[in-house]
């Protein structure tokens, strides 16, 4: 009977902080906040906004980022995914794009930093030998350059491997071989096949892990802290610093951009529906004229090229971090640290495992949480033979697609008057808020996709529901659900703003450590901190990978 | 499978119709009584409805998508109005659904009921016993997936057996095989279903498993269409 609570529990979970929140960032936004003595509405709080210096110049960074970082994320996925449709290298495509998907956005963000900053590691490669720089060369701006190419970048090397995953795990709906097969005997050569009829049919799929892609890049904060520019930064960075500032002052202005946020996340969601249409009719013209210009297929290719170097690129980011945290002393433009060290493995190693541990026991019990959850909505699904719609897939994404400063601003204000802010179980819960979509999303497919005869057979065998669950379908299902698990771990470990809002700031993770130590705090330290951002969400996959091996080693149709 | 002889009530289907929720009537008022030890045989082309017949039998019928009426008892017992695992019909489909997760021994050890069968050891060797009547000793733990496409069908009728049903649905249990091990495994599934006196159910699109099952034969024709059935 509890199971027929379920669908509501979560929707309660996902959807009560988004609503909630938002109402109580639009109200204070207008001036109304009672606890702060505002009962009337004013447009106050905009006036403060609009006078804010640098605004028109933060809300084009905003949506210029945002964009770019979209459409060059669509694109170079789509890229990577034609180049290599057709060829045998996507398992182990597949595998060298984990470390970026388990790593958080900051982790990344501040392994890329180091690489492209002046005094960064692609400099030392070719310094002095090509480049004649004994020192780091004074006019070269790259991190936090003022057009946000930096921000863009650090963005798409985590968003790509993403929206690349999404695209595949879509491709599995689509006769993907058969549909190659047809447009290459009419002639077209393997990437444009893949371009012309199997895109077009994934795209729709897509839709909404794009939205959110959208939504991430116009509002990250902890990235855009991190490689973007600081003066001024991007509107939801902004916002984050007047909350933060706890200048009472601040607070409606603080709103007000929260607000404006939402709309502005809004209206690119709906410029890009508007677009939709006319590029798609485009797309048939160019197919309409028949065309067998290889033009298309090369430029899937140098997309595929591009998308191929920002993991790269990922990955070295990932190893830079890793030479950090072990270099003694690394003087430029040295390509390689001039001592190595394991003192601050030892030394630091109390402070970073309560870091580490803090931020492992949120992740935990919020994936506890949210697997509880999403197992009894399927159950539930499956018991009462109910087809979930659009509708279900729209709001799974709500959390994920409103931007996030636009809520937690209002969960924040409803913590504080709960007496809840700052601690552990409003972390976890904030947390629950982002893990509970990627876990139901990640685990639904593979539930609904289990052969109903298993359970069939069992109960023809007297075998109750709830037996049939424990006995037949978890084990069965072993492998997803630790996926699962382990994506949602991730997803809690990357957790920046919801831990700074829910934490009130006092609640320290590693990522809100890597956020804070990244404005000048010493390398080796971010390095260590950037290495167990990663460790711990990649641990996670490992384990998810092992367990079921070898608790079904003997197994051979388990495997 | 010595036990269980004991003759048990009759399957017997009322006025039983199946129509799709987006209109088609799959099965029209069909009857029939399917006697202990005896195998009847629903035949169509695929598509027909035959599987959707057998899924509102055993208790699977998807409510969403079907409407279903008519009464389904075994002797003087309704079934239609109990949940799948209290009807104790078995069920065996095109494919031997054995669990992967567990060995020969641990996929029959599911079905023995515990009322009966109750130590570690008792139950133990009732599957021993079965497996080496059925010429599989010492299969105990072997992984399914390593057994052959005949010996997969064997466990999964002994499986079904274990679990002490009071009547047998066979969902083109031997579609998939090819034709030397279809007439054993038929053979097979037949003999132990005669030899418990259960009332066996059959639906296949081949004339020959209608055949060897010798029982009552009911065509269904399509939409509307169902032939009485002729011994």
Redesign the interface.
């Known amino acids: 009977m509890l199971l027929r609570l379920a669908p509501a529990a979560t929707l309660a979970v996902l959807a009560g902080p988004v609503v909630l929140g938002l109402a109580f960032t639009v109200l204070p936004a207008f001036g109304f906040l009672p606890a702060l003595g505002g009962t009337t509405f004013s447009l106050d709080p905009w006036r403060g906004l609009l006078a804010a210096p640098g605004l028109s110049t933060a809300l084009t960074l905003t949506v210029g980022t945002g964009l770019a970082t979209t459409l060059l994320a669509l694109a170079l996925a789509a890229g990577l995914c034609a180049a290599v449709a057709h060829r045998p290298g996507m398992a182990r495509l597949q595998r060298l794009m984990v470390p970026l998907l388990a790593s958080p956005p900051s982790g990344l963000a501040l392994g890329f930093a180091f690489l492209v900053m002046p005094s960064g590691w692609l400099v030392r490669l070719v310094s002095p030998w090509a480049t004649g720089w004994a020192v780091p060369p004074a006019g070269l701006v790259t991190v936090g350059d003022p057009l946000g190419i930096s921000l863009v970048a650090a963005l798409l090397i985590k968003e790509v491997p993403y929206l690349t995953l999404m695209v595949f795990a879509a491709s599995a709906t689509v006769p993907v071989e058969r549909l190659m097969a047809a447009a290459r005997a009419l002639g077209r050569d393997a990437a444009t096949a893949w371009v012309s009829v199997v895109f077009p049919q994934l795209y729709r799929q897509v839709r909404l892990p794009v939205f959110a892609v959208l939504a991430f890049s116009m509002s990250v904060v902890d990235v855009a802290i991190i490689v973007g520019s600081t003066n001024p930064p991007p509107l939801a960075v902004l916002a984050t610093r007047w909350f933060l500032g706890y200048d009472l002052a601040y607070f409606h202005t603080a709103a007000a951009a929260a607000t404006l946020q939402l709309v502005l996340v809004a209206l690119a969601i709906l410029l890009w529906l508007a677009l939709e249409r006319p590029v798609a009719a485009l797309g048939r013209r160019w197919l309409a004229r028949g065309s067998r210009s290889r033009a298309a297929g090369g430029a899937a290719g140098v997309a595929g090229a591009v998308a191929a170097l920002l993991i790269l690129l990922g990955l070295l980011s990932l190893l830079a971090m890793l030479v950090w945290s072990l270099a003694g002393s690394w003087r430029f433009p040295a390509a390689l640290p001039d001592s190595w060290q394991l003192w601050l493995w030892r030394g630091e190693a109390g402070d970073a495992a309560a870091l580490a541990s803090t931020s492992a026991g949120i992740g935990l019990a919020a994936v506890a949480v949210a697997l509880v959850l999403t197992l009894a909505c399927l159950e539930n699904e499956q018991r009462h ?3 979930p719609g659009a509708a279900v897939q729209w709001l799974v994404y709500l959390p994920l697609i409103v931007p996030q400063i636009a809520f937690l601003f209002g969960v924040q204000v409803l913590l504080v008057r709960a007496g809840l802010d700052g601690t552990l179980l409003a972390v976890v819960w904030a947390h629950l808020v982002f893990v509970l979509p990627f876990v139901f999303l990640s685990l639904a497919d593979a539930y609904r996709a289990l ?4 359970a ?10 709830w037996q ?1 669950f424990l ?2 379908k978890l ?2 299902l ?1 492998r997803p659900i630790l996926i699962a698990a382990a994506v949602g771990f991730a997803v809690s470990i990357a957790q920046y703003l919801p831990t700074l809002f829910a934490g009130a700031g006092r609640v320290a993770t590693l990522t809100t450590e890597a956020v804070t130590l990244s404005s000048g705090g010493d390398r080796r330290i971010l390095g260590l901190v950037a290495v167990l951002q990663a460790a711990l969400p990649l641990a996670a996959y490992g384990l998810a990978l092992a367990l079921p091996f070898l608790a ?1 080693r ?5 495997a | 499978m010595s036990e269980g002889t004991a003759l048990r009530g009759a399957l017997v289907l009322e006025e039983v119709s199946i129509t799709s929720r987006v209109g088609a009537r799959l099965i029209d008022r069909l009857s029939l009584t399917v006697a202990p030890g005896t195998v009847a045989t629903v035949m169509g082309p695929s598509g027909i409805g035959k599987s959707t017949l057998l899924a509102y039998v055993a208790g699977f019928l998807d409510r969403r998508t079907f409407a279903a009426e008519g009464r389904v008892m075994i002797g003087k017992e309704r079934l239609d109005t109990l949940p799948a695992e209290a009807r104790h019909v078995g069920i065996l489909f095109q494919d031997p659904v054995l669990f992967p997760h567990l060995s020969v021994a641990g996929n029959l050890l599911f079905g023995l009921p515990r009322t009966r069968w109750r130590s570690r050891a008792q139950r133990r060797a009732r599957v021993s016993e079965v497996l080496a009547q059925a010429g599989l000793a010492g299969f105990e733990d072997r992984d399914p997936a390593t057994l052959s496409g005949g010996q997969k069908a064997r466990v999964s009728l002994l499986r079904t057996l274990l679990a002490e049903p009071r009547a047998l649905l066979l969902d083109e249990p031997f579609g998939k095989l090819d034709a030397p091990l279809r007439a054993e495994v038929r053979a097979f599934v037949f003999a132990h279903a005669r030899e418990r006196g259960l009332p066996t159910l059959l639906v296949t699109h081949d004339a020959e498993d209608a055949e060897a099952a010798g029982g009552p034969v009911v065509a269904l024709n399509g939409p509307g269409g169902v032939r009485p059935p002729c011994d």
């Not at chain 1, 003997?554 to 388990?558: E, I």
């Open positions: 033979g109910l087809h052969d109903p005869r298993y069939m057979t069992a109960a023809a065998m007297g075998a109750g529901r049939v006995t037949v084990p069965l072993a079904f003997r197994f051979r149709g388990m």
